[in-house]
């Protein structure tokens, strides 16, 4: 195990934001995995998990324990095919949306909608990557992670990780437990592409598209959107969905929606709804292209706050606060941030 002190930690997020790590470990295998472990529960310091950075705050003072890289990338995609299935194991540190491609390519359903979201499979179970219609845990068949409380390596269930939106006992009733090392998926090889977001339905007019069509369309629309990570592009430092889709009583609903024409709202679980959080922000006045000292929104998506070039993370959450404050006040909802803060 490699340990490196200082190391400035907003050229390894997307956000390009905040100060340096005391120390900082790459993890290539189990072994250094657990070495470092080991070493930080030794020096008492508290540990960060990072993947591809892609949903994480790091404040300006740093963080002052270690952070853990995670670079393991054996098995890089084993697939193992019954009549019926086929399973796939793959380890924390592969790239997600390169694993979504070869998913596609060998004609499987279940993932195609989550093309072009950044990040390395390790982070993709912990807030249930979802996108356009689908979720990642529709797929999961199980989590192996070394529980640091008890020090050894345990394989999850799906059931056993208790997903939902945006949710999994990782990163709430087991937070700081668990550090994922492999995840395995099952793909059913009847499945076919069922399209429950209009913008795709729209695009492909009625016809059946392949997994592959869809990880192209997604990807275009994450293009347009801001939403797709394309080296040298404004927009494109920030960490995604800035805000969680607030979830209200269908009551909530009502009363919110009686001074307006139009809520835009989803059904979601237990009778509730699920508002968008873009609206709720561009009702409180933050338009796209908003800008407040180097923290802004983007130009193509409401939801995504910005470093808008040299942002320090007090100017980020500064943004935020007047964000949440505005629609708190304005809708009586808090909304709540995606992003994980690294402090
Ligand atoms: C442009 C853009 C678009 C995005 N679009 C979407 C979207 O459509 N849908 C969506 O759900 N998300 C989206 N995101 C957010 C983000 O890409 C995902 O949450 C992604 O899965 C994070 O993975 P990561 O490797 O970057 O994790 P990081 O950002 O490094 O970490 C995120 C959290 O996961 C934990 N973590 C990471 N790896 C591990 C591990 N191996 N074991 C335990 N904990 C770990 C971290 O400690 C942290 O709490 C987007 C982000 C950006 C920048």
């Not at 059904?267 to 006045?285: C, F, M, N, Y």
């Amino acid at each position: 195990m490699q340990l490196e002190e200082n190391i400035p930690l907003a050229p390894l997020t997307t956000l390009h934001v905040g100060g340096a790590a005391k120390y900082l470990a790459k993890i290539a295998s189990r072994e250094d995995l657990v070495a470092a472990v080991n070493f930080a529960h030794g020096e008492e310091l508290p540990v960060f998990v990072l993947g591809g950075g892609s949903n994480v705050l790091v404040r300006d003072a740093g963080f002052p324990g270690l952070v853990l890289q995670m670079a393991m990338t054996e098995p890089a995609s084993v697939f193992e095919e019954s009549e019926d299935f086929v399973r796939c194991r793959v380890a924390a540190g592969v790239d997600w949306d390169a694993f979504v491609l070869d998913v596609c390519e060998r004609g499987l359903a279940g993932v195609e909608c989550l093309a072009g979201i950044p990040g390395l499979m390790g982070g993709c179970p912990v807030q249930n990557i979802g996108a356009y219609g689908q979720e990642v845990a529709e797929t999961i068949y199980s989590v192996t992670a070394l529980d640091v409380e008890a020090m050894r390596f345990v394989t999850l269930s799906a059931a056993e990780c208790g997903f939902a939106y945006r949710q999994s006992i990782f990163n709430t009733s087991a937070r700081g437990r668990y550090i994922v090392v492999e995840v395995t998926f099952l793909f059913e090889t009847a499945r076919v592409v069922e399209l429950k977001y209009a913008e795709l339905k729209e695009h492909f007019a009625g016809k059946q598209p392949t997994p592959m069509e869809v990880y192209y369309a997604v990807r275009r629309i994450r293009h347009g959107k801001g939403m797709l990570l394309v080296a040298g592009e404004a927009d494109c430092l920030s960490a995604g969905s800035f805000f969680k889709n607030p979830v209200v009583s269908s009551l909530e609903f009502q009363r919110l929606s009686s001074g307006f024409k139009e809520v835009p709202h989803w059904p979601a679980a237990d009778g509730k709804v699920k508002l968008a959080a873009a609206w709720l922000v561009e009702q409180a006045g933050f338009e796209k292209g908003f800008a407040m000292g180097q923290a802004g929104i983007s130009s193509r998506h409401t939801l995504a706050v910005i470093n808008r070039g040299g942002a320090s993370s007090g100017e980020i959450l500064a943004l935020r606060d007047a964000i949440v404050g505005r629609v708190r006040e304005r809708f009586g909802i808090v909304l709540e941030q995606e992003p994980v803060m690294l402090a």
